[in-house]
C-alpha cells in the first residue's frame, strides 16, 4: 500500500504529538479509489477466512469498512455512537473511551444483525490505543461470534493498541504503520522505511 503512505506523507497533517489528520481522503472527505484499493487489499488478506460480517464503527470505518463487505461480499454493520428512535431497542452495547475527542461513549448494534454462527472482521480507519477493538469485540463476544481479526488503514505504531490487541489473540492487519511522526516539519516514519 504504498500509495497509501504517499498520501499520508503529502496530506497528513500531525497535530501535537500523537494524532493524525488525514481530513482530504480518510476522516472527512473522502477518496473512493483509495477506499476500493483498501477494500481489495483487506478482502486478499482475510481471504479463506470464512467471513460472514464487517463490522465498524461510525462514522470513519465505514467507508473502508463498505468495500471491504463489497469484495468478500458480505454486510456491512456498524455500531452507532448515538442512541435514536431509528436503532432497535435490543442491542448488544460496550462502552468506548475516545482517544480524540476524550471521554466515554456507548456503541451500539442491533442484536438483528448479529448472530453466535457470524464470523466477523472488524474494520476501522486508525489503530491507537485499541480501546475502539475492544469495545467491538465486546460486542462479537456478546453475540457469540468469532472473529477473524481487524483490517486497520493506519496504525500508529507508537502506542500501544497494537500490541494489546495482537496479545489477545487478534489478527491485526495494518495497512500503513506509522513509528514514529513529529508535527514541526510534519515528518512521518512507517514501519518498513530504510534508515
Ligand atoms: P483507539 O480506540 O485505538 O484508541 O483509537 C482509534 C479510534 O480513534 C479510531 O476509530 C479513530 O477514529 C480515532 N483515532 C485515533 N487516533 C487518531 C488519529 O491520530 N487521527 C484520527 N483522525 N483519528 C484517530
Redesign the pocket.
Known amino acids: 500500500m504504498d500509495y497509501l503512505k504517499n498520501m499520508i506523507r503529502s496530506q497528513g497533517r500531525v ?1 501535537g504529538t ?6 482530504s481522503f ?2 472527512h472527505q473522502v477518496d473512493p479509489h483509495l477506499m476500493e484499493g483498501i477494500g481489495r487489499e483487506f478482502a486478499t488478506r482475510f481471504a479463506g477466512e470464512k467471513i460472514t460480517k464487517v463490522l465498524t ?1 461510525e462514522s ?2 465505514i467507508a473502508p469498512a463498505l468495500f471491504t463487505g463489497l469484495f468478500l461480499d458480505v454486510p456491512v454493520v456498524f455500531a452507532k455512537k448515538t442512541a435514536s428512535r431509528n436503532l432497535d431497542e435490543d442491542t448488544f452495547q460496550a462502552p ?5 475527542r476524550g471521554g466515554e461513549y456507548i456503541i451500539r448494534v442491533s442484536k438483528r444483525y448479529l448472530h453466535a454462527d457470524d464470523r466477523i472482521l472488524f474494520i ?12 467491538l469485540l465486546d460486542i462479537a463476544n456478546q453475540a457469540g461470534a468469532s472473529v477473524a481479526g481487524a483490517g486497520i488503514v ?1 496504525e ?1 505504531g507508537f ?1 500501544d ?1 497494537g500490541k494489546r490487541i495482537r496479545e489477545m489473540g487478534i489478527r491485526v492487519e495494518s495497512l500503513a504503520i506509522i513509528t514514529s511522526m513529529s508535527e514541526e516539519e510534519s515528518r512521518i516514519q512507517f514501519s518498513g522505511d530504510a534508515g
Do not use: H, M, W
Not at 476501522?124 to 469495545?135: E, M, T, Y
Open positions: 497535530i500523537d494524532v493524525l489528520k488525514v481530513d480518510l476522516n464503527i470513519s470505518g468506548v473511551y475516545s482517544f480524540t476501522d480507519d486508525f489503530l491507537a490505543q485499541g480501546r475502539a477493538l475492544v469495545g493506519i500508529k502506542q493498541g
